[in-house]
């Protein structure tokens, strides 16, 4: 049992490509850390930090009290689940569950038993005498899974274990990975860029854009509580609305609508306004602070609608809103009121793109 610490770690391959720029971060016993981001970001890069399959260029790597940069892989008492899976494909399930036990010459009686237990939990008794070549990619997911598993490391690293699974059978095995890491109690760092994941799995979520956390927070916060454009525009999907408006006195201009904006020491002349599409409500009859639209495109998603607005004497300002009812039958061309509630609005620096006020109430679909 021993907790992770990243202490300002750096990785420069070239001058220009910089995949880990000061990543301060740690990881509690029993704490689930994904790091989120788009391609490139350096998630991998981070991983293979920890785990000694590369070395940083400036910073260290603390497993409990232990400073490990510099220890060779093998000593760090790892487990990594690889995207491609990385099994034997010589070798049977039994066998490549086995082998990182046989490498440290567990007893052979205390090999099977775990094995079995492993097998057990995720569902592999019946398979283990199949080689990776005779299974599915979920199975061979679920073998690289058991093979981490039985190690029983100090620490888990799993680099976006789901991501050549079909959607179905990611949820399930989604679900699963939930279960079975709660129960460890070891950190976890997590790798993906899938969102949905990011948000189910997670104690903690750090935001990366090109080698920098953006923000590290509890799901939730990311969420509701976006530190910048780069996070509310990255997590949830559709993306918050995200529009630059200019400022005149205490409002802010969209289209000829005028938008109170919150307290401020001085207003500035431009301010990114972001919106959520599920906090963008259709007026009722008693709404004041209307803004009118028009629509120009209706997504019917089964469970809800999205509903594309052009804001009205404005070609460019455009607002999507999430809605579970499609809006009295409204179609594309037709008219529309909107409410964007003040409380719902977060606020961002036009220059920097750092949030300046954030939204009272948290996000929610109506
Ligand atoms: N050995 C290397 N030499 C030079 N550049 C590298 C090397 N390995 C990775 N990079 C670069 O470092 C950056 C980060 O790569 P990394 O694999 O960490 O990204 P990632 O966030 O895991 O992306 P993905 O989601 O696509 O897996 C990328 O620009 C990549 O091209
Ligand atoms: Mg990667």
């Known amino acids: 049992m021993a907790k992770l610490e990243l202490k300002n770690l750096n990785k420069t391959y070239t001058p220009k490509v910089i995949p880990v720029k000061d990543v301060s971060l740690s990881v509690e016993d029993g704490e689930f850390l994904t790091l989120l981001g788009p391609s490139g970001c350096g998630k991998s890069t981070i991983l293979r930090l920890i785990a000694g399959l590369e070395e940083p260029t400036r910073g260290q790597v603390l497993i409990g009290e232990r400073n490990v940069t510099g220890v060779r892989p093998g000593d760090r008492n790892i487990a990594m689940v690889f995207q491609s899976y990385a099994l034997y494909p010589h070798l049977t399930v039994y066998d490549n569950i086995a082998s990182g036990l046989k490498l440290k010459k567990t007893p052979s009686e205390e090999i099977k038993q775990r094995v079995a237990e492993a097998a057990n939990v995720l569902g592999l008794e019946e398979l283990m005498n199949r080689k990776p070549g005779q299974m599915s990619g979920g199975q061979r997911q679920r073998v690289a899974l058991a093979r981490a598993l039985v190690r029983r490391p100090d620490v888990f690293l799993l680099d976006e274990p789901l991501s050549n699974l079909d959607a179905l059978l990611r949820e399930r095995v989604r679900a699963e990975i939930k279960q079975l890491f709660a129960a460890q109690k070891v950190p976890v760092v997590y790798v993906t860029h899938d969102q949905t994941e990011a948000m189910t799995l997670s104690s903690k979520v750090a935001v990366l854009n090109k080698g920098d956390v953006q923000q590290l927070d509890a799901p939730e916060l990311i969420y509701n ?31 000829n609508f005028k938008i109170p904006l919150p307290k401020m020491p001085t207003v500035p002349h431009n301010i990114v306004l972001g919106i959520r599409p599920e906090n963008v409500h259709l007026a009722k009859p008693e709404d004041t602070n209307i803004i009118k639209g028009r629509i120009f ?15 009205d004497s404005s070609e460019k300002e455009e607002i999507i809103v999430r809605a579970l009812v499609p809006i009295q039958q409204k179609w594309s061309g037709e008219e529309i009121n909107l409410v964007l509630p003040n409380e719902s609005i977060h606020w961002f620096n036009v220059q920097t793109g750092d949030a300046m006020v954030k939204p009272s109430v948290a996000s929610q679909l109506v």
């Open 297 to 311: 495109l209706v997504e019917n998603l089964g469970m809800h609608y999205l509903i594309s607005v052009r804001v």
């Open 225 to 255: 509580n976006p530190a910048n454009v780069f996070v509310a525009g990255f997590v949830g999907s559709p993306q918050m609305n995200l529009l630059t408006l200019s400022c005149q006195g205490n409002h802010a201009s969209l289209g």
